[in-house]
Each structure stands twice: as structure tokens, then as C-alpha cells.
């Protein structure tokens, strides 16, 4: 079958012809025909060896970890998902005897076998894996925008990690317009939240995000200099700052544009080891409350429920939020667009 090789240790992803297609050889496996696999900003910092403790399987792996397609084949234990069922999958799961299953975060399993990390992905034509983590998309959902289950289950931990539900009124800033800033801004719009402000330099990525049709300021970060200049942050900065850069010295900057008592997100993954200058003083003065957001637990489910809304209000357009589709073997085109930014999500189609 096709597929992307990924070999960490000569650093190398290739297209192959030949990869071995899966079987379902256990009697909870599911087999999966990809039908749209996404790739993830994670992605580069696994092919980068950015992400610390979190690497992928040494000997070789297929990436791709957000994907959808229709189911070909099940076990004989599986009895929640039949042939023929279009599904995402959830790459991550919990070992489920470890202390952190025993507390209830799954998410720090130090045995979680991820899917498209350290067992074989979606960027190949088939996937096998556990039917825990197989979810049937609602029928409204298509298998392209079904591939967005993953990605917006990450987004909805992010949502979640606010101790309490802003109010309504709150002033937001969603830092960084590629696909997860996208997201929130349609989480937030979808939560009936009207004072938002999305910072993005990419100017096609600023008119993605303004082509939503929120009303929400869609600014360079330039712009978002003069709009603080000679205003005290600490009665009229944000009240929430979404980080969907990764990026340190965006990272840094937000303390200085947070609100007293602001919540602080920092969803975007900066690599591993890249440290930023902090004044604790202000994390103090303002009450911050500061939080990082790492995958997806207990949020696939409602993710999926999720899209269903999502398309009702359209937002599930892939065109309408920055989606490029690309052929698996034009993997190096799909990743230039994004360096580029002129796509804010590269998608495979297989
Ligand atoms: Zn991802
Ligand atoms: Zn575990």
C-alpha cells in the first residue's frame, strides 16, 4: 500500500508503494480504509525531535495521527463499529494500569502506544487499531471534515482547562490564525462570545480567519502593538489569551498583554528545550493563571458531536478555513504550503 515512511534515525520521511498493508490480527482491531489523513503541527516537531520524552517509535513508523475513513474490516470482539461505518480515530489511549489511569489522566500514560507516534498512522492507505478508539461520525459529518475530529478534541482540552467559563463579555485573544487559532475562533463564535481578537502576521491567513464571518478583529501583530500602546494591560489587556503559535517570543509577549486575573493558554507546542524570560512578579500582580493543554483526554467524543454543530453553521468547509488537499505523494508541495502559510491545514487524500 502507499504510505509515508517516517525513519527517525536517518531523519528521512519518504513515499513508499510498498508498505505492508495491516491486518486485523486481534480480536478488538478494527481496520480502517484512511480516507483524509491531516497533518499536524506536532508532526514537525516529531520529524524535528522537538518534543522531548514524546518521540516517535525509533525503528520507523507511518505518521499521521488526525485522520478519518471507512471501516473494511473488524474483529470478532468488536461490536461497536461495523463495515462499512465511516469513523475518526483517536490516536491516543491510556494503558489503563498506570497511576495516571488510577488519577484520571490518561493523557500522562507513559505507556500510551499513540497512534501515528509509536505505532503505524494515517498516512497510509489502511490503519488498524483498537476499536476503543474508533468513533463513528454523525451522518451529517463527511469523511473531510470528519478528519478534524482529532484536532478539535485537542481544542476542546484546551476549552476545558479554563477553571471557569469566561464571561460572555470577556475580552479574548487568540494568538496565531493557522488551524488552531481557526478553531478556537469557531469554538468561541459557536459559545456566543463576541469580543475576540485574533492575531496572525500571515496575511492570507488573517483573511481566512476574517472570511468566517464572526466580526471578530482579525489584526497583524503590529497592529495589536499600537491598539496596547500607552493603555495599561493591567485593566485593559485580555482576559483570555489562547497561544496557538508556538512560538517563544509570542509566547512571551502574551504576559504583558493578559488582564488582571487573565487565564493563560499555552496550546501551541514550542519545541522542547527553547526557554522564555518571565517576570514572576506579574504572574503574582495579576493573578495569571497560566496552563498548557497536551492532547486529547476524555474529549474525543464531544469532539465528534462537535462537528455535527460545526457543520450545521458551515464551519466545517475545509476550503472556508484554510484546508489545502494534497496526494500523499506530494507530501513535500503539502508541507512547503504551510512553511509558506498559505495553507493553514494540509490534508492527504487518499
Ligand atoms: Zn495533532
Ligand atoms: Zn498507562
Known amino acids: 500500500m502507499r504510505a509515508l515512511w517516517w525513519e527517525a534515525n536517518d531523519k528521512k520521511l519518504s513515499f513508499v508503494e510498498d508498505a505492508v498493508e495491516p491486518t486485523v490480527t486481534k480480536p478488538d482491531e478494527v481496520k480502517v480504509k484512511v480516507a483524509f489523513s491531516g497533518v499536524c ?63 484520571k489522566k490518561p493523557q500522562f500514560c507513559e505507556r500510551n502506544v499513540a497512534v501515528g507516534v509509536k505505532q503505524n498512522g494515517g498516512w497510509a492507505e489502511f490503519c488498524v487499531v483498537p476499536n476503543k478508539l474508533v468513533y463513528k461520525l454523525p451522518e451529517t459529518v463527511s469523511l473531510d471534515g470528519g478528519a478534524l475530529a482529532e484536532p478539535y478534541s485537542c481544542v476542546l482540552r484546551g476549552w476545558k482547562l479554563m477553571d471557569q467559563l469566561p464571561m460572555k463579555t470577556a475580552k479574548v485573544l487568540i494568538q496565531g490564525a493557522g488551524i488552531i487559532g481557526s478553531m478556537f475562533a469557531c469554538l468561541f463564535h459557536v459559545k456566543g462570545y463576541n469580543n475576540v481578537t485574533i492575531c496572525e502576521p500571515h496575511e492570507g491567513r488573517r483573511n481566512t480567519c476574517s472570511g468566517l464571518g464572526f466580526g471578530y478583529d482579525v489584526i497583524h501583530p503590529q497592529e495589536l502593538d499600537l491598539l496596547m500602546a500607552g493603555k495599561d494591560a493591567d485593566t485593559h489587556g485580555f482576559d483570555v489569551i489562547f497561544d496557538c503559535t508556538g512560538n517563544c517570543k509570542a509566547v512571551q509577549k502574551t504576559i504583558s498583554l493578559a488582564r488582571r486575573g487573565a487565564f493563560i493558554s499555552m496550546f501551541g507546542c514550542c519545541p522542547a528545550g527553547e526557554k522564555i524570560e518571565i517576570e514572576p512578579f506579574q504572574i503574582y500582580w495579576k493573578e495569571l493563571k497560566i496552563s498548557g493543554s497536551f492532547i486529547n483526554p476524555f474529549c474525543f467524543e464531544e469532539a465528534v458531536g462537535m462537528l455535527k454543530i460545526l457543520n450545521e453553521k458551515n464551519l466545517l468547509d475545509l476550503n472556508k478555513i484554510g484546508v489545502k488537499i494534497f496526494e500523499l505523494s506530494d507530501f513535500e508541495a503539502a508541507f512547503a504550503s504551510l512553511k509558506r502559510g498559505d495553507a493553514a491545514k494540509a490534508m492527504f487524500k487518499m
Do not use: A, Q, R, Y
Request: aromatic share 10%; glycine share 16%; charged share 25%.
Open 41 to 103: 503541527g506536532s508532526d514537525f516537531h516529531f520529524m524535528g525531535g522537538e518534543m522531548g520524552k514524546f518521540s516517535t517509535k525509533p525503528d520507523g513508523v507511518v505518521l499521521g495521527h488526525e485522520f478519518s475513513g471507512i471501516v473494511v474490516e473488524v474483529g470478532t470482539g468488536v461490536e461497536n463499529i461495523k463495515v462499512g461505518d465511516e469513523v475518526s480515530v483517536d490516536p491516543n489511549f491510556c494503558c489503563e494500569n498506570c497511576v495516571w489511569h488510577e488519577e
